[in-house]
């Protein structure tokens, strides 16, 4: 995605994952109210602090890193994932009001909609649920036709009025390869965790539509993502119509 005109940014990782950090330590401090990105990046593991933990660790990212994987470290949940110019990640951050009136699956579910109705745009139905065989699998994966299209991720931060929310989806515009898959299961093993990653499990934009117009469709996409996302941060009760980012266009 180079096109002048792309909603989506080229960012070296560590740059995207400084940018969410600022962003939320902003919300959160009550700078802003609300951002929002869509971003690609060159090809990286990325893991949450919790795999560090693994004795294999140190190991598995010195061999990921010889491998043209160099790895880095996230503070939301989940598990491993891959990151590469085929995938589009969507950043949603926002102040979440105070109580039990909004919560995880309404965090999800504010995130999930701009791509769920995106695809729907398309002609595309898609669904939650977890994949077996998926990498960093979960109940608010994105599925189409049983397959991982996109994974989540949240991280709150409280406020002494509510909830800083860090939101992350991750979508495959291209299925994995077996470089990916392999890449993946190899950082598993090193690590000492029984866990192995199936391509099958997955699906990419690129395999819905005719090749002939899989980059319009990839493009008109991701152009109805960033025009909903928006829109969905405006209409949150805390956004006070006020969006920090131009990114999202």
């Not at 940014?9 to 330590?25: H, K, N, S």
């Amino acid at each position: 995605m180079t096109a002048v005109d792309s909603p989506v940014r080229e960012l070296v990782l560590a740059d995207a994952l400084e940018w969410e950090a600022a962003r939320l330590a902003n919300i959160a401090a009550g700078r802003c109210c609300a951002a929002a990105l869509l971003w690609s990046c060159e090809r990286a593991l990325v893991a949450p602090a919790s795999l560090s933990r693994q004795p294999g660790f140190k190991r598995a990212c010195s061999r990921a890193n010889d491998a043209g994987w160099p790895v880095h470290l996230r503070a939301t949940g989940g598990d491993l994932v891959p990151q590469g110019p085929d995938i589009v990640n969507l950043s949603l951050l926002f102040r979440a009001p105070p109580g039990a009136a909004f919560g995880l699956e309404d965090a999800y579910r504010q995130l999930t909609s701009p791509i769920c109705e995106a695809l729907s745009d398309a002609g595309i139905s898609a669904s939650y649920g977890a994949v077996p065989g998926a990498f960093c699998d979960g109940r608010f994966n994105i599925t189409i036709a049983g397959r991982k299209f996109a994974g989540t991720a949240q991280r709150w931060r409280p406020m002494p009025d509510g909830n800083a929310v860090q939101s992350h989806a991750l979508m495959l515009m291209r299925s994995l390869d077996g470089n990916s898959v392999a890449t993946l299961n190899r950082f598993y093993h090193d690590c000492g965790i029984n866990r192995a990653i199936d391509a099958g499990a997955h699906v990419g934009l690129h395999d819905l539509f005719p090749k002939d117009i899989a980059k319009l469709a990839q493009h008109r996409f991701l152009r109805m993502i960033a025009v909903r996302a928006r829109a969905s941060l405006a209409r949150a009760p805390t956004a006070k119509r006020r969006i920090l980012s131009r990114s999202v266009r």
